[in-house]
């Protein structure tokens, strides 16, 4: 049971789904109204625009740091099976997953964006824009525990386990803001976001230190870590409980709101800040450098705890098949039954202590370093771009290397190629923005195109295609109202 749950997550974790970072194939799309959230530097080719619900900006992003379907699916014989088939490779698996296994999602949903020229170099803009971020940590030892049986030694050997940096993240906000972009003189342009930040809901657990051994005879769980909540709720009723049990809570006083306006507000207030440059030594190059989202949100409707965990789980003695065998089918229900019982057991093992009511958390920052050349009056351009991601103590990198071509000002075609540590060689990217008159722009672009599919059989019912080589995938699309000027003549003039 438990490596088939493992094998639906790793399925589900690098081919489906929902990052705080726009495509970066947008950063060659110069006619896009949202090629500014790249580098707040950076003006639209419009003299203004208008986007909000539900046809503004949305981005969607899942991702991981390590796996691929190659990893988990194989022909074998002629014949596609996952993993846990008996002629599979498991340690082909394992070697794959890097010490700490990270699933990464984002979603953002542009509430409301408007953009105005003024003057002659200033470009000004206003948003409210709705961001939820989310993040899955698993460690090594647990893909090791689940693959290989959990007790690779039954004579009472050591079965050890490191399941350190466990842990889970969740955080969603809403940042209300404004934007201003000057250019200088032909060589520099400069630009700055200032936004508020509100936060609606932060959830993470996190265990710092986690150690399982594992007999045919019990199984312990030692470690430390800490869980951080905050919520909309009445944080009054929360008792200061030693041991996490939600069973020993109320709530009905918890959930029930006295007054509607006071739990709709807000969880956390902050701010954050983004700042951009773009220099052109000579006309045909740009070198442009930004960091977007740097700040902070502090939670006060909120609880932080430091955990324990001292368990024992005595449930793994002699396992008797027969036992859960009804008319000769095996009895799903009554296993599950019986470990949910053991587990509860653990959790009384569980112990916690409150530390502080309110905490500090960070959005999801991004550093985007760029340089790019451009042919023909615009018509061509080539380049690469570098994005470095900051999410709470976890850095990651990517560059992308891209180019677009650009036959008039309302058609811009961009193709792009990212380079990701431990990639699986299908990061191909695609981008086209569209403004064919005065009136509107369609923007589209996504990194990680899938190349390569694989079938999948579903219980014999049907057949799945699934990306085969592919660790994530992303999505910026949008739809502007724009005006001011006829985009078919307008050239862009610096």
Same mark, same amino acid.
């Given at each position: 049971m438990k490596t088939r749950a493992l094998i639906i997550t790793l399925l589900l974790g690098v081919s489906l789904g929902i990052s705080a970072q726009p495509s970066?194939?947008? +950063?060659w799309m110069d006619n896009s109204p949202i090629r500014h959230l790249i580098n707040p530097a950076f003006q639209p080719v419009s003299e203004?625009?208008?986007?909000?619900?539900?046809?503004?900006?949305?981005?969607l992003e899942l991702g991981n740091n390590s796996l691929s379907m190659s990893d988990i699916i194989y022909n074998v014989n002629g014949n596609t099976v996952t993993a846990l088939h008996p002629d599979a490779d498991r340690r082909k698996l394992?070697?794959?997953?890097?010490?700490?296994?990270?699933?990464n999602g984002d979603v953002q949903l542009n509430l409301i964006r408007f953009g105005s020229q003024l003057g002659e170099a200033g470009y000004f803009h206003i948003f409210a824009m709705a961001k939820v971020d989310e993040a899955i940590h698993l460690p090594h030892g647990m893909f090791?525990?689940?693959?290989?049986?959990?007790?690779?030694?039954?004579?009472?050997?050591?079965?050890?386990y490191s399941l350190s940096?466990?842990?889970?993240?969740?955080?969603?906000?809403?940042?209300?803001?404004?934007? +201003?972009?000057?250019?200088?003189?032909?060589?520099?342009?400069?630009?700055? &976001?200032? &936004?508020?930040?509100?936060?609606?809901?932060?959830?993470s657990a996190t265990m710092n230190s986690l150690t399982l051994n594992a007999s045919a005879q019990q199984w312990t769980l030692n470690g430390f870590g800490q869980m951080m909540v905050a919520a909309p709720i009445n944080w009054d009723a929360v008792p200061d409980f030693q041991n996490l049990n939600p069973e020993n809570m109320n709530w009905e006083d918890i959930l029930t709101q006295e007054s509607l306006i006071k739990y709709v507000l807000p969880s956390g207030y902050g701010m954050a800040a983004d700042l951009g440059v773009v220099y052109r030594p000579i006309t045909q190059l740009e070198i442009t450098a930004a960091i977007t989202d740097i700040?902070?949100?502090?939670?006060? &409707?909120?609880?932080? +705890?430091?955990v324990d965990v001292n368990a024992t789980y005595n449930g793994v003695g002699s396992f008797e098949y027969s036992h859960y065998v009804v008319n000769g089918e095996f009895n799903t229900d009554s296993l599950l039954s019986d470990v949910r019982t053991n587990l509860r057991a653990i959790a009384q093992d569980v112990h916690t202590r409150q530390n502080s009511p309110g905490f500090v958390t960070m959005p999801t920052a991004n550093v985007n370093v760029g340089l790019n050349a451009n042919f023909m009056d615009r018509l061509l351009s080539v380049g690469v771009v570098s994005n470095t991601r900051i999410k709470g103590n976890r850095v990651s990198e990517e560059v992308t290397l891209g180019g677009a071509v650009r036959p008039c000002n309302w058609f811009n075609l961009a193709l792009s190629y990212s380079f990701i540590d431990n990639a699986k060689y299908s990061n191909f990217g695609a981008g086209i923005s569209l403004m064919p008159y005065d009136g509107i722009n369609l923007t589209l672009a996504a990194d990680y195109i899938p190349t390569c599919y694989v079938p999948l059989d579903i219980d014999g019912d049907y057949t799945a295609y699934l990306p085969y080589r592919s660790q994530g995938f992303n999505l910026s699309m949008g739809l502007s109202i724009v005006w001011g000027t006829n985009p078919k003549i307008k050239k862009v003039e610096f």
């Open positions: 970066a194939t947008l +950063y203004g625009y208008l986007s909000f619900l539900p046809l503004g900006y949305t981005h394992l070697n794959a997953i890097r010490p700490t296994w990270s699933m090791d525990f689940a693959l290989n049986g959990g007790m690779q030694d039954l004579d009472g050997g050591d079965n050890r940096n466990l842990g889970t993240t969740l955080q969603a906000y809403t940042e209300v803001g404004a934007g +201003y972009s000057h250019r200088i003189n032909e060589h520099w342009e400069v630009g700055g &976001k200032l &936004k508020f930040l509100m936060g609606s809901a932060y959830a700040g902070f949100i502090y939670w006060h &409707k909120a609880r932080s +705890y430091h």
